[in-house]
Nanobody, 112 residues
């Protein structure tokens, strides 16, 4: 059974930074394609970043250059470093495996 637990969300002023973490259960984490998505109030969930098992990384255009996804296979953890945060980044951020298994989400609120 796959379990994903996000942490690191919070309240930050525009221009600030946060680092989200997602701890995963499972002995084959190194072979999983992992990613982050977000959902703002009244909007659909949208793709943010992905880091596949071979090291290929993708970002949405809205976060490219500001966010960095990384993973530590020894710790079964994927990270999302978010810099230069904007109010429009306010959302619940979800970790996922293969876009099929999802964590419970962590709230990120950016004030102007």
């Amino acid at each position: 059974q796959v379990q994903l637990v996000e942490s690191g969300g919070g309240l930050v002023q525009a221009g600030g930074s946060l680092r989200l973490s997602c701890a995963a259960s499972g002995r084959t984490f190194r072979y999983w394609n992992m990613g982050w998505s977000r959902q703002a109030p009244g909007k659909e969930r949208e793709f943010v970043a992905a880091h596949d098992w071979s090291g290929v990384i993708r970002y949405s255009d809205s976060v490219k250059g500001r966010f960095t996804i990384s993973r530590d296979n020894a710790k079964n953890t994927v990270y999302l470093q978010m810099n230069s945060l904007k109010p429009e980044d306010t959302a619940v951020y979800y970790c996922n495996r293969e876009q099929s298994w999802w964590g419970q989400g962590t709230q990120v609120t950016v004030t102007s």
